[in-house]
């Protein structure tokens, strides 16, 4: 069974770049989607875009000129970049695979589950 | 698009049936998902275009709903159902977009 674990730093600085990596255990990374969905305190959730297995992207047009999410195989791991955070960047980082239904073997970039533990990052000097 | 989730707060008692409002600004055809989130989880993936479950998701739990409006409905409430439940679609992205949210809590 898959599960994803979001890492790295909790406090970021103001117009510094939010780094985070999503490792991937019980399974390959070299098939699907691999999404980053986040979560402000007390709020809804925003979709911030992933990557496919082979390395090419789709992004939230809201973050697509400050976000870069990649895939290292080797590492059965994949990475989120943010540049120029704010205190609006605050929030729970979750990590998430495309949905794949082992048994009726439907498939669906846009749908996500498992997700990890969401990591919280805050943005403050 | 955005989806507006109603009522923000439903108060039920277990045994009851809840039914969960999501509307969409535009037209998403059938593509549409709910998730459950408890408090300090990741949400869990629901109900998927419209009406199937999930893998390993209790048969209480369904999906309707087509165009603009959507239902999720619990046939029959149980304790580890008072969670915050979301919509999400998929029709016209990016971005893909969630609502809001409605949290059922037990009254």
């Known amino acids: 069974q898959v599960q994803l674990q979001a890492s790295g730093p909790g406090l970021v600085r103001p117009s510094e770049t939010l780094s985070l990596t999503c490792t991937v255990s019980?399974?390959?990374?070299?098939?699907?989607?691999w999404s980053w969905i986040r979560q402000p305190p007390g709020r809804g959730l925003e979709w911030i875009g992933y990557?496919?297995?082979?390395?090419?992207?789709s992004y939230n047009p809201s973050l697509t000129s400050r976000a870069t999410i990649s895939v290292d195989p080797s590492k059965i791991q994949f990475s989120l970049r943010l540049t120029s955070v704010t205190a609006a960047d605050t929030a729970v980082y979750y990590c998430?695979?495309?949905?794949?239904?082992?048994?009726?073997?439907?498939?669906?970039?846009?749908?996500?589950?498992?997700w990890g533990h969401g990591t919280l990052v805050t943005v403050s000097s | 698009i955005v989806l507006t989730q109603s009522p923000a707060t439903l108060s039920l008692s277990p045994g009851e049936r809840a039914t969960l409002s999501c509307r969409a600004s535009q037209s998403v055809s059938r593509y549409l998902a709910w998730y459950q989130q408890k408090p300090g989880q990741a949400p869990r993936l629901l109900i998927y275009?419209?009406?199937n479950r999930a893998a390993g998701i209790p048969a209480r739990f369904s999906g309707s709903g087509s165009g603009t409006d959507f239902t999720l409905t619990i046939s029959s409430l149980e304790p580890e159902d008072f969670a915050v439940y979301y919509c999400?679609?998929?029709?016209?992205?990016?971005?893909?977009?969630f609502g809001q949210g409605t949290k059922l809590e037990i009254k």
């Open positions: 275009d419209t009406s």
């Open positions: 990557v496919y297995h082979s390395g090419s992207t």
């Open positions: 998430a695979r495309s949905y794949y239904n082992v048994l009726t073997g439907y498939y669906n970039a846009n749908w996500f589950d498992p």
């Open positions: 019980g399974g390959s990374i070299s098939s699907d989607y």
């Open positions: 999400q679609q998929r029709s016209n992205w990016p971005p893909n977009t």
